[in-house]
Each structure stands twice: as structure tokens, then as C-alpha cells.
């Protein structure tokens, strides 16, 4: 389960959760700190699971910071359920639509460019395990759940743009 707490250093209001909830605005204001007692869990920056991504493991967040957070907002939340093994992998395509070169991945990339050559990815697929994009490299920047799927537009995964720096695989549940 995740605890949130308004304030810095887990003060302030408190509310635990254990399950997926599409609107958290009832339970506190804002969040500027948590504490992962469980799993692994996808916070957004708005309800009904819209807005900035923060992928948090277990472990505890004195401020939003530390999870990257661009503002003290955190409205809905889901658990990532391991539901996936112990494997990971997903094609990159430098098109839309699949389409372009493709490579094929199973372990985290802290420079897409670097390791690929790619500078965007315009289209995933992943076929086993869960993973986070980054927007940077080095693991920085906007980030993006994916699970399971097909994905032929970067827009299916939330972003704006097809910029990815980094991406890593989600390990702990």
C-alpha cells in the first residue's frame, strides 16, 4: 500500500491506500511526500488517471522531488500488479504506425540515443513485462507507464511529443 501526505517528511494529512482510485481529491489537497510500504504504484498528476506520471517503488518520498514531481498535485493513483513473470521486453519503431526501423529491447536504457540511435520513438510495443519511459535521458523528465500493449502512436502512452531519453523496466512490485 502508499501513504500520502500533504506536507514535506510525511506531515500534515495522511490517507492510505491499497487499491487503484480514480479520484483522490476527497482525502487530501496536495501531496508533497509518500511512503511506499508495497508495490509499485503510478501516481497522476490528475483524476481519472490523466496528467503528469510518477512511477514510485517502494521506499519512502520526503518531498515531491524525489519523485520528480513538476507540482504538489497528486489526484489518482494505480498499483502496478506484477502480472507479467520475470521477463521484459519491447520493440521501439522510429514511425508512427510500427513503422521504420525497429529494435527490439529487454533491459533499461539510460540513453535511448546512445544505445539506439534514435533520437524520438514514435511507436512501442511491448510484449512482456511493465516499463517506464523517460523524457531525458539518465532517467529524468516526464515519465510514462507502459504496460503490456500495443501502442502505434507516442500520444497512446500520454506524451506530447515522441521525445524519449530513457526507459527502464519496473522490477518491483
Known amino acids: 500500500f502508499i501513504t500520502f501526505y500533504e506536507e ?3 506531515q500534515g494529512r495522511c ?5 487503484d482510485c480514480a ?3 476527497s482525502y487530501f489537497s496536495r501531496c508533497n511526500s509518500a511512503r511506499v510500504e508495497s ?3 503510478v501516481l497522476y498528476e490528475k483524476p481519472n488517471y490523466k496528467g503528469y506520471q510518477y512511477i514510485l517503488s ?3 518520498y520526503t518531498d515531491n522531488q524525489q519523485w520528480m514531481g513538476f507540482n504538489d498535485s497528486v489526484k489518482s493513483c494505480r498499483a502496478i500488479k506484477n ?4 521477463v521484459w521486453k519491447l520493440r521501439l519503431y522510429e514511425r508512427p504506425d510500427f513503422g521504420g526501423r525497429m529494435v527490439e ?7 535511448v540515443y546512445e544505445a539506439l540511435k534514435f533520437r524520438e520513438v514514435y511507436s512501442c510495443m511491448v510484449t512482456h513485462g511493465a516499463w517506464a519511459f523517460y523524457e531525458l535521458p539518465n532517467y529524468r523528465g516526464r515519465q510514462y507507464f507502459l504496460e503490456r500493449g500495443e501502442y502505434p502512436r507516442h500520444t497512446d502512452w500520454s506524451a506530447a511529443s515522441a521525445a524519449v531519453g530513457s526507459f527502464r523496466r519496473i522490477t518491483e512490485f
Not at 15 to 19: K, L, Q, R
Not at 105 to 111: G, N, R
Open 105 to 111: 529491447w529487454a533491459e533499461d536504457c539510460p540513453s
Open 15 to 19: 490517507y492510505e491506500c491499497s487499491s
Open 23 to 25: 479520484d483522490l481529491h
Open 8 to 10: 514535506n517528511n510525511f
Open 58 to 60: 517502494p521506499g519512502e
Open 39 to 41: 508495490g509499485a504504484w
Open 83 to 86: 502480472v507479467y513473470g520475470n
